[in-house]
């Protein structure tokens, strides 16, 4: 059996794992943490459930993408998910007003152009342009055939302004569209259009969350990789991948224990990857300094909001509130115009639920203005740090108060995280809300590989291909790919779909 080191247990680390052991490999995932799940992590405070990361999935009915995934990772079973309103998934907040995402191409089109009659054409032909690039990727669609290398080049060099710009008239449709631009954490004339249309047509087609967290979906990785003979060691941080003159030959974790390896995959940020591989020659200097110079996304700042009994019914889609003009450059504020937009969501305890016990509002931040705890860690950045964040999470819960009146008043306690909590639970680099940012500006330069300049060694997780649980999971499937090939992958996803 080859063994297989894995670096992380996210997301992208655990179905990396389960891929290669149901193919016989000898998988060992070694977390750093006391816990598994990287960002599918949840925690309890007075008994109520707060996610950290993954607050709902896309594309999970019998026939879409995701249900084929979860089906092959034989985890489709275990999950239990709640449909979110199929009339409105999504509800954007905009300049004094509300617009309704509905599921569904043609109930999507129906809706909108309820609000913005004379663009109706428009929208069908912005759907056919979204479908058209879901469509064009095969890892993507998993419907077979060659990926239309045509169409994808075509959208991820264009920007998601641009494109929405030359298909739609109305400038505040225009804006409407890209209501959900916290979900990706886009900018103005960079981040291509290809991203955008892989996330709408995910949650367009359908949505859902989790019921009871979505560390339910780690602890369901973590149980069939088992069953195939895997393991996860907690508490294993991993030091130092160890390479000899030719390739990668193991893992030292907790700098004294060496685990051998025939392959290691980092499933951690590329950055990180770097700090491990400092004893190497295997990396040339212009490697490292490529990665280096690739730009972040924009830090995230959230608070979690645990409600009063029987105080606030339960909200059954995501809303996206912006105080200023345009979800455009909502990361360019100023201190005195904080927040400029936020995403507001409820946690799904149960299948019925006519009230909600805990929410989660999240909006962005940059690191910079954390600069001076930045050599802090968690529980020790001291009282002038509490006060920061306790002051910023007063204004975010008085915005939402604006929009949900009285909400403010439910509020029975909140809990507060920075770009600091997530830079020290998940490692992503300057606290980044989604790792890796795509430029249309960069070309190739902007992306991460799946393989890196040393053999055997190979990159999985968001920022390969992109974030959430489709983009991860694409990820996955290209670094299986190179030890199975990507023909059989896609051999056996059809095959436990049939």
């Known amino acids: 059996m080859k063994r297989v080191v894995i670096i992380g247990s996210g997301l992208g680390g655990l179905t990396t794992g389960v891929t290669l052991a149901k193919n016989g490999y000898r998988v060992t995932v070694v977390e750093q943490g006391a816990r598994v799940g990287g960002c599918l992590q949840c925690f309890s405070r007075h008994g109520v459930k707060f996610e950290t990361g993954m607050h709902f999935v896309g594309s999970a009915d019998e026939g879409q993408v995701l249900r084929r995934l979860t089906r092959y990772l034989e985890i489709d079973t275990k999950l239990r998910l709640s449909r979110l ?24 089109i129906e809706r909108m152009a309820e609000d913005f009659p004379q663009e109706k054409d428009h929208l069908r032909r912005y759907m056919d342009v979204v479908g058209q690039v879901a469509a064009a990727s095969s890892l993507h669609s998993l419907a077979g055939g060659e990926t239309d290398t045509a169409v994808m080049a075509r959208y991820q060099l264009r920007s998601i302004n641009e494109v929405i710009d030359s298909l739609i008239g109305d400038p505040l449709l225009r804006d409407v569209l890209v209501g959900d631009l916290p979900l990706y954490a886009a900018e103005r004339d960079k981040t291509p259009f290809s991203t955008h249309a892989f996330i709408m047509d995910f949650y367009n087609q359908s949505a859902f969350r989790f019921v009871g967290g979505s560390e339910t979906l ?35 974790v907790n700098d004294e224990t060496f685990l051998a390896a025939d ?13 491990l591989l400092r004893d190497t020659s295997l990396i040339r200097p212009a490697y490292r300094q490529r990665l280096l110079g690739i730009p972040q996304t924009v830090g995230a700042f959230s608070v979690y909001l645990r409600f009063k009994p029987g105080a606030v019914p339960y909200m059954n889609y995501n809303f996206f509130g912006y105080n200023a003009d345009s979800p455009w450059g909502c990361e360019l504020y100023q201190e005195d115009e904080w927040p400029k937009g936020y995403l507001y ?36 950045r001291g009282d002038d740090y509490r006060a920061f964040v306790r002051g910023r999470a007063e204004r975010l819960i008085a915005s939402l108060d604006g929009q949900f009146p009285g909400l403010a008043s439910q509020v029975a306690d909140y809990y507060v995280s920075s770009p600091l909590t997530y830079r020290d639970y998940t490692g992503t680099e300057g606290g980044s809300l989604y790792g890796v940012a795509k430029d249309i500006s960069l070309g190739s330069a902007g992306r ?51």
């Open 448 to 498: 991460v590989p799946h393989r890196t300049r040393v053999p055997n060694l190979f990159l999985a997780g968001q920022n390969v291909n992109s974030h959430g649980m489709l983009g991860v999971l694409v990820a996955t499937m290209v670094a299986c790919g190179e030890l199975l090939t990507p023909q059989r992958v896609y051999e056996q996803i059809q095959k436990a779909n049939t």
């Open 263 to 275: 392959y290691v995959i980092s499933a951690i940020h590329p950055l990180r990857t770097l700090e």
């Open 85 to 108: 309103d199929t009339r409105r998934y999504y509800v954007v907040g905009l300049r004094g007003r509300r617009f309704e995402f509905a599921n569904g191409r043609e109930a999507f």
């Open 218 to 252: 780690a602890q369901a990785l973590v149980e069939v990789l088992r069953e195939y003979g895997g393991e996860v060691l907690t508490r294993q941080r991993a030091t130092r991948v160890v390479c000899d003159s030719r390739r990668a030959t193991g893992v030292e």
């Open 345 to 380: 969501m409820h946690e799904r305890d149960a299948e019925e639920q006519p009230f909600a016990r805990a929410g989660v509002v999240l909006t962005y931040m940059r690191m910079e203005e954390l600069a001076r705890w930045a050599a802090t860690t968690v529980g020790r």
